[in-house]
């Protein structure tokens, strides 16, 4: 499962602060300004208390620079131009603000007294009133992966160039450098195999396109591992690792396994193997079961296709059927799968604005909410469902009329059963009666046929005294051991009938129940025991113009269920969201390069890396939505350009290097120049196939269910099998 490292956050915050900082003190003709400069370190550390909450801690907000001078239950904090008489920097330096073992680093607080001795200037004149919360600053909507996707002009190709993409590239490179030559024949067909299929060629295959000699043979040589049903494997499972998924539920020690998952899987394959266009492809995993319509009788091909894919929103962890069903269990699966969502399509932190407007990306707390809104009526944790609860069986009419007659079938077996045991239990009592004397014998006879709950105290004793004539079916064999091995072949005989039953398979899916509308509330730090206000269901904020915000009706009339997700997956890829394009495209490219145009493949925010070529990933997003977000055709523009077909090779000066390790790491320019091919690592499943395809061990069956795993002796968890 996907889980953030709080000292990853906490190192990755730091530096980015520390960024700015020495940005704005490197600046010294520059202006430092409140907006720019002050407010995302306030944002950072001061706003929790002093901003985004409702009751202000001393009353002192510092959302505004007047508000500062106005000052709080103290007094006015800051006084323009004389840092030395500004309360709020005393108390900074001191290591009183903010409270706690967190502190301004040093190049924070110079930045602070800078802007306090320059006047405590504002990038503009400040507004007269301002609303609960943080807002969203003209600054913060300017960050560049909140802008909308700007195609650049390409206008024919130089005679380096076989793509646009190099000609982006080229834009870039430094000065006097260019393109490696092509690798040779034999690396680029490897190559190209590990891309696409992440197995490596076999030794005819290799022959083959070794030996064609005919123009257009790399071409040919892609269109064929394309169309490989490898090729949904290897590109399904990086969308998998993206998705979460796991075959378990995790979350609790019991670690429940979850024997329908893999149907998911296995949609993902055959999906990406079709070239699902990637739009469909996302709108199905947020609402195939909206888009299914009503279940009226047997489940058609399409309505299960639909609902499959929403196996993506049960991929978090779900501890709720093995041990946490409760409220704090429960509300995790949806913060959980939020987090999941965020991060494979936004390439956002949103689940950081939980509990509080976003220490550093422009999302605020009530943004959360209205996405939580969004998922609420089908995630709904006051009317919670157990993953088995949520289970869609795909059992049609007829194998539920085939299975009662087959169970008709097996009941008869059982009541002749029911009758042969009767019999053997009244031989085994008149048998064993035979050693008592009268009227003894027939004291205990009554005893025994009295049922247990009409048993007087005289029965009970008699029973308790004599306890050779308590027979059971459990302990009959014991009596008459030949009746036992008879009873047996009625056991054999129901259990064959019952083996001809339809096997029942599930959906592990999500559905949202018709006219179920909860109300969405915003937890106040993100406390489920401390309501506040009703959120309606909305986009982010940040992610649309500024008087355009995505709002959805909270209960589409043309659907049985809300329309929520149906209508929040459309904005997503109607072509104009700023991210979505954007983070799938940095994801290929990734994957083909091994880093992506932008290094935080799950990150475009503050805190994440800025884009090495900006032109080149807003060109392959436009072009990615023009081409109908066909992946293959993203595939085959990519592995035709220059840059993928260059050699990875050291040169200096168009000359391979053949000193030591130390002359050829000199040589080496930064990934992002990208004037040779990355050299990229086989992941530990691509070794794994690679070993298994040489020996001639590796199964190429696709679907079906996962292999059997074990736990060895040491407690580690291995294969349980030849694979």
């Known amino acids: 499962m996907i889980r953030v490292r709080l000292t990853t956050i906490s190192l990755l915050s730091t530096l980015f602060i520390v960024l700015l900082a020495s940005t704005a003190a490197a600046e010294d003709a520059a202006v430092l300004t409140y907006e720019s400069h002050i407010r995302p370190i306030f944002r950072a550390h001061c706003f929790d208390c002093h901003g985004a909450a409702d009751e202000l801690k001393g009353k002192l907000d510092l959302r505004l620079v007047r508000l500062m001078q106005k000052g709080g239950e103290g007094g006015p904090v800051i006084v323009p131009g004389k840092p030395s008489e500004s309360y709020l920097l005393q108390r900074i330096k001191a290591g009183e603000m903010p409270p706690g073992e967190k502190s301004l680093s040093a190049a924070e607080i110079r930045v602070i007294e800078q802007w306090i001795a320059a006047g405590a200037k504002t990038a503009r004149p400040e507004p007269e009133s301002i609303g609960p919360g943080l807002g969203i600053t003209l600054e913060e909507r300017s960050f560049w992966s909140f802008q909308p996707i700007q195609r650049p002009i390409v206008t024919g190709l130089s005679s380096e160039s076989r793509t646009p993409i190099d000609e982006l590239i080229l834009r870039q490179m430094p ?28 030794p005819n295959e290799m022959q083959k396109w070794l030996d064609d000699d005919a123009d257009g043979w790399f071409d040919r040589l892609l269109t064929a591992l394309l169309g490989s049903p490898h090729y949904g494997e290897r590109w399904g499972r990086h969308w998998l690792d993206v998705a979460g998924y796991a075959d378990s539920e995790g979350y609790t020690v019991k670690d429940d396994v979850r024997p329908w998952a893999y149907k998911y899987r296995d949609w993902v394959i055959r999906a990406l193997n079709e070239d699902k266009p990637f739009d469909r492809f996302i709108i199905e995993q947020l609402a195939g079961d909206e888009l299914a319509g009503p279940r009226d009788g047997d489940l058609t091909p399409e309505q299960i296709d639909l609902l499959t894919a929403t196996g993506f929103l049960r991929m978090s962890a779900d501890g709720t059927g093995s041990g946490a069903n409760n409220p704090d269990g429960q509300n995790q699966v949806i913060t959980d799968t939020l987090k999941i969502i965020g991060t494979s399509l936004l390439g956002l932190s949103i689940q950081c604005a939980q509990c509080h407007d976003h220490r550093y990306d422009p999302i605020p707390h009530t943004d959360y909410y209205a996405l939580r809104a969004v998922f609420e009526p089908a995630l709904d944790w006051k009317a919670w469902k157990v993953p088995n609860a949520r289970r869609v069986s795909l059992y049609t009419a007829a194998d539920r009329k085939k299975a009662a007659e087959i169970e008709a079938e097996a009941k008869t077996i059982g009541e002749e059963r029911g009758k042969k045991q009767s019999e053997f239990m009244q031989q ?53 051991p030949k009746a036992a091995e008879e009873l047996k072949k009625f056991d054999q005989r129901m259990k064959d009938v019952r083996a001809k039953k339809p096997v029942e398979e599930f959906l592990r899916a999500l559905v949202e129940p018709p006219n179920h509308l909860p109300e969405t509330k915003l937890f106040h730090r993100g406390d489920h025991q401390q309501p506040k206000q009703t959120i309606m269901p909305a986009s982010l904020t940040v992610a649309a113009r500024e008087d355009a915000r995505r709002q959805f009706t909270p209960n589409d009339s043309g659907l049985p269920s809300s329309g929520r997700r149906l209508a929040f997956a459309r904005w997503l890829t109607s072509g104009e969201h700023p991210l979505v394009s954007r983070v799938i495209v940095n994801r290929i490219w990734m994957h083909h390069f091994g880093r992506g145009l932008v290094k935080t493949p ?16 807003d060109w392959l997003a436009d072009e ?13 523009l990519i592995m035709s350009s220059t840059v993928w077909r260059q050699s990875g090779e050291v040169r200096n000066g168009g000359v391979r290097s053949n000193g030591t390790a130390e002359e050829d790491s000199a040589l080496r320019t930064p990934h992002s120049a990208l004037t040779r091919k990355p050299l990229i690592r086989l992941e530990a499943e691509a070794i794994r196939d690679r070993m298994l395809a040489a020996s001639g061990q590796l199964d190429r069956t696709l679907y079906g269910a996962p292999i059997a795993i074990k736990e060895d002796d ?6 349980d099998g030849g694979q």
């Open 175 to 202: 000065d006097g450098m260019t393109f490696s030559p092509d690798a040779d024949r034999r690396t680029l067909i490897k190559r190209a195999y590990f891309d696409l299929t992440g197995l490596p060629p076999t």
């Open 428 to 480: 085994a009592l008149d048998k064993e009666l035979v050693k008592y004397d009268e009227p003894l014998r027939t004291q205990l006879r009554e005893a025994y046929k009295t049922p247990g709950s009409k048993r007087t105290e005289e029965h009970k004793q008699l029973l308790a005294k004599n306890p050779s004539v308590n027979i059971s079916p459990g302990n009959l064999y014991q009596y008459l």
């Open 602 to 617: 799950s990150d475009f925010g503050k805190l994440g890396a800025r884009p090495s070529h900006p032109q080149l990933l």
């Open 624 to 636: 990615f939505v023009q081409q109908h977000w066909s992946m293959k055709k993203l595939h085959r």
């Open 714 to 719: 040491t407690g580690q968890i291995m294969v």
